[in-house]
Every structure is written in C-alpha cells, then in structure tokens.
C-alpha cells in the first residue's frame, strides 16, 4: 500500500497538486483535556480526481476538510491549495473552492430557486449567467420540477442534491463534500454520485469527499484514511483490499442460527472481522489463517473463499475487538429462547390496512404486515416513503387514521398508553438534551419511565456498564462522539426493560466500527427475545433481518427475507444482486409505472 507521500496517481510535471498537505497538526483544547485531531499527517489531492477521506468517527475528518477551506488554522504544517498558501491567502483559496459541510445551511423557508439565487448573490455569480447554470444544475440534479417549493419541504435526498446543487453554482476548481450522504437513501445516493462524477468529468473540478459509507470509497480514484488523527495511507482503493487476499470468507453453520454463527465467531481468535451477509457470515481471517484454521472448535462449517473488499481491508486496518457478551443485554420480560418459525404463537406487532393522512396527503396507505417475537423487521424505503410515520403510528406517538394497529397485544385505538410501556424508541436523530450530562440523562431517562428505588439504580448501573459509559458521566451528552451518543441512545430506550425495540435508522452517519458494535447489541437482543423494528438506508445491515419490508409512496412494495426479495431482483445480467442492488431495482421500477 502506498504511503501518503507516494501516492499512485501522480500529478504531471506541469500540474500542481489541488491540496498539497505536509506534517499538518490541530490539538484542541478545554479545561478537562487536550485533544489531537490531526497528527502529523501528509496527503496530497491529485487536479482533476475524486478523493475519498475515509475514517472512524473522531478520525479528524471534518478538521481537516476545514482547514482545507481556510476556515481553520492548524498548530503546525503547511498546506498548499490550488497552488496557493492556505495560512497566508485564505481568501484567494476560498475564492476557487466550494465548501458544502455536514450541516449545510440551505434555508428551509426559500423555494428552491431562492436559495439557488441566494447563493448565486454570496458566490457573486453575475446575473447574465444563472439561467444557463441553474438549468445545467436542476437538470442534473432532478430537481427542475421543484424549483418553486420550499427547501424544507423537500425530502431528505433532495435537500442534499439541491445542497450539491447551491455548492455548484459557480464551478469551483475543488469541490469539498463533508458526508453529503448521510441519512440519504441508496437511490438518492447513486443520483448524488452520478452528479459528483460527472461534473468532474465534464468541469474538471477536483474533489475531496468525505463518507461513512465504504462502499462509496471504492467509488474514488484514491482514498485518504484517517484514524484518531493520524494518516494511515493514500492509494487506489483496490491497492487496499489486495492484500487481503485469500482471508475472507463467507461462513454457514448447519447447527448454529446465523445470528448465533456471527456471535461465536467475532470472539474467535483467527478472526478479524465477522458480520452477517445474507444466511451467512462474512469473515476476515487473520494473516497466514487458512479455511481449516478459522474456527476449530465450530463444526459442521461451510466455507468459501470470496474476494475481499475495501471495507475488509478497512477495518482489518483499524478495528479493535468488538466483544458484546449475551450476559451484558437485559434478561427481558419475555425471556426465552426464540424459534425459527414466524408462525411461533400471535404475532408481536400486527398491522392491517393502516392509513395515514395529512389533510389531503396519504403519507401511509393501507399497509399490512406481521412480527413475530424475537423478530429483527427491517422497514426499508426511500426518502419520504412513510417509514417513520409508520413508526411513529406503531409508538402510539401518532395516531392512525384508519386501519388496525397492535403491539404488544394492545390495540393502540384503545390502549396506547401500556402499549408504549412495552416499548423502547430509538429516534433517528439524537433525542436526549444534550445540555445535560450522561448520568443527567440516565437520571432522567429512568424516573421518566416511572423506575423506582433499587430498580432504578440497577438499571442505571447496567447502562453504564453494559454500554461503557463511565468515562463520560460527567461530560455533556451533545458533546458526546456520534458512536457513544449512539450508545447513550440505545441504552435510553432499553432503561425499562422493554419487549420491543423500534430503531428508526439508528446508525445513520456512525462510522462502520460503531456500526458493528451496535449490531452485536441488537443481535444479542434478538436472540434474548426481543422483538426489534428498524428502519436504515444502509442495505448491508438489512441483511441482519429476518424479514424486510420495503415501502415507497407510503405502500409496501414487496415483503419477505432479504433472500427472497434478491432473488426476486434477479435478472440475466445481474443473477446475484446485493440488497442494495435489489432495493435500487424495485425502487426504480416503482417510479417508472405511471401513477394515479
């Protein structure tokens, strides 16, 4: 793997790097600690490519991408950009790149053609030429049918196009994207990669963008990875994954469920990474670990060597051991083993022709379907397909307009009140108060829930240790990293012990890493007999149910196991399409019919 200074698509003798970076350092510090965002690092930014900066959370990422823009100052280094000294001619850098950050700040009041306008006026693009560049850019974005509605009535993925869209009004020499797809769903990510990589091709912008998607990686001429500040190479991001060869493995296990397959074998010694694909577990073997060496005491294993990814090759590089033992999830109330049958007794969750309406629009039409206990039910869909409504109706936070609703065994008509006792929800953004401190919340969250006495200090004890929560205590919740406020979330809503847990794209923006450790949770969970509802754009970690429902204009399209439903997509000249694949096809078949 090439290092950061010797990276494999050089510039020519006569082209200047977009970004030269050299020893560049940023501590941050307050009166409890210091912090090194960035340590020492070196990278440089090929003219004309499409760079990914990849890395867990807290890598240093968004530092970075801010001191590239001049908006930041580092404690040491240098960086050059666009041949220019970033530290002594920001303005003049500024004035030849565009900056689109996490939070872009489209203004949810003006149209979409208002904010195009408006930051056409703070760009300075002269009024001759926005016809012709906001019909290029509507056109290439979709959005030429939505110019006159309101940026916050937009769906999720709009906003992030009409977001690229503002950033591309005058046509920056470097484009710097800081995860402009995050909580965006597959289709909606594909269109915003079509924009990204054509309008370098045909402008011959250069690009830095920043993801948490790995598959989005191998998408890049380079990646840049990053860890706890430190550089950790540049190359091509095949050149990552090469090395890997011949360690990686999908495993099946004729006597362990794959839930139960994946738990055993993420505690093996010869094995780096396990994570469930499909009815089967995906491993990477440990350098110099053949098939028959990857897990002796597990017999009657199936196994078959596949190619490795760039995500293999990225957490072999920096994961730590993800060890989430059984003992540490909450016995349930339930509390017993579960079947491998959907027919196991009454269903936990059953929804007949469910509706609901705002005013005159259908956000939910007549939707139907089941849940077994100790289920893991994926609702899948694109931006504004009813997933979260539906969620909210299944809570008893919102009520249905028409149809049956039963969780728990209550009718939500009637019983909404003990129907949520039984519950825990796990919002999509972060919902505790972030000006209290964790212990604050856990506090809070226990005597919410009506927890009394001993029980409550027991349950509050759990949540710190189960989630290692205690060298935060004290530490204000909003200043939290994204993977432990996701920690303090989860262990929020299983406080009281709850039957049924409803996690509404809980992972959206954490890092792979804290994806995993999340998922070793809610597996452990599942296998306790809790019955768990999610909702996720990620479609490897659809994988990880049992059954999948995937909506679009407020109907299910299709239902059945993730299995099931690829087969279906399956077509002569993709005859095994991934989930992503899969949901990208019947997504876009729906909104090629012609609609009432």
């Known amino acids: 793997m090439a290092s950061a200074e010797s990276a494999s698509l050089p510039d020519s003798a006569d082209t200047i790097p977009a970004v030269d970076i050299r020893g560049l350092t940023r501590r941050f510090s307050d009166k409890a600690r210091t912090t090194v965002a960035l340590d020492d690092i070196t990278a440089r930014v090929h003219t004309g490519t499409v760079t990914g900066l990849i890395g867990p959370d807290g890598a240093g990422k968004t530092t970075l991408m801010r001191m590239i823009a001049g908006l930041m100052l580092p404690d040491a280094g240098e960086i050059r950009v666009l041949g220019l000294d970033v530290l002594r001619e920001p303005a003049r850098v500024q004035a030849g790149l565009s900056y689109m950050p996490q939070r872009f700040g489209l203004y949810e009041d003006l149209s979409v053609m208002e904010n195009l306008n408006l930051y056409a006026d703070l760009q300075g693009l002269q009024t001759t030429d926005r016809s012709a560049r906001y019909d290029e850019?509507?056109?290439?974005?979709?959005?030429?049918?939505?110019?006159?509605?309101?940026?916050?009535?937009?769906?999720?993925?709009?906003?992030?196009?009409?977001?690229?869209?503002?950033?591309?009004?005058?046509?920056?020499?470097?484009?710097?994207?800081?995860?402009?797809?995050?909580?965006?769903?597959?289709?909606?990510?594909?269109?915003?990669?079509?924009?990204?990589?054509?309008?370098?091709?045909?402008?011959?912008?250069?690009?830095?963008?920043?993801?948490?998607?790995?598959?989005?990686?191998?998408?890049?001429?380079?990646?840049?990875?990053?860890?706890?500040?430190?550089?950790?190479?540049?190359?091509?991001?095949?050149?990552?994954?090469?090395?890997?060869?011949?360690?990686?493995?999908?495993?099946?296990?004729g006597h362990y469920r794959r839930r139960q397959l994946e738990q055993r074998l993420r505690n093996m010694p010869n094995i780096v990474d396990a994570v469930i694909q499909g009815p089967k577990v995906r491993v990477v073997a440990r350098e110099d670990i053949g098939p028959a060496d990857l897990a002796p005491d597990i017999g009657d294993l199936q196994i078959e060597s596949v190619p490795p990814r760039f995500e293999d090759a990225f957490v072999a590089l920096v994961a730590e051991p993800i060890e989430v033992p059984a003992a540490e999830i909450p016995a349930t109330k339930i509390g017993h083993p579960v079947s491998d049958s959907r027919s196991d007794g009454d269903p936990v969750i059953l929804v007949r022709e469910a509706r609901r309406m705002f005013g005159d629009f259908c956000a939910v039409d007549d939707i139907s379907f089941t849940v077994a206990r100790g289920e893991i039910f994926g609702l899948l869909g694109a931006n504004g397909a009813g997933k979260t409504t539906t969620f909210r109706m299944l809570c008893g936070l919102l009520p249905a307009s028409a149809g049956t609703l039963h969780v728990a065994g209550y009718d939500l008509r009637k019983a909404a009140a003990p129907a949520r006792a039984r519950i825990g929800y796990m919002a999509q953004k972060f919902s505790l108060y972030q000006d209290l401190t964790v212990m604050q919340n856990l506090n809070f969250i226990s005597r919410a829930y009506g927890l009394r006495g001993a029980y409550r200090e027991q349950r509050i004890d759990w949540a710190v240790t189960a989630f290692d929560l205690g060298g935060f205590l004290a530490e204000s919740s909003g200043r939290l990293p994204l993977g432990f406020k996701q920690r303090l979330s989860l262990a929020a809503a299983l406080m009281h012990e709850p039957d049924i847990l409803f996690l509404d794209e809980p992972t959206s923006g954490v890092d792979p890493l804290a994806r995993r450790e999340f998922w070793a949770r809610v597996n452990a969970l599942s296998e306790n007999g809790v019955t768990v509802l999610v909702t996720t754009h990620f479609m490897e970690e659809a994988e990880y149910c049992d059954h999948l429902a995937i909506m679009a204009d407020g109907q299910i399209l299709t239902e059945g196991t993730p299995a099931a439903i690829k087969a279906q997509e399956s077509t002569g000249d993709s005859p095994e399409p991934t989930m992503e694949e899969a949901f990208i096809t019947l997504i876009q078949s729906h909104q090629e019919q012609p609609h009432d």
Not at 156 to 171: F, I, P, T, Y
Not at 183 to 188: F, I
Request: charged share 20%; hydrophobic share 40%.
């Open 137 to 253: 850019l509507l056109k290439m974005t979709g959005l030429s049918r939505f110019t006159g509605r309101l940026a916050g009535k937009l769906s999720g993925g709009m906003k992030q196009k009409l977001g690229v869209a503002c950033a591309l009004v005058r046509a920056p020499r470097l484009l710097l994207l800081d995860e402009p797809t995050v909580g965006v769903d597959p289709v909606s990510r594909q269109e915003l990669w079509i924009i990204v990589k054509r309008f370098a091709s045909e402008s011959g912008t250069t690009v830095l963008i920043s993801t948490a998607y790995l598959d989005e990686a191998e998408r890049c001429d380079e990646v840049i990875l990053l860890r706890n500040g430190h550089g950790l190479g540049q190359d091509m991001p095949a050149n990552f994954s090469h090395p890997l060869q011949g360690r990686t493995f999908m495993v099946k296990s």
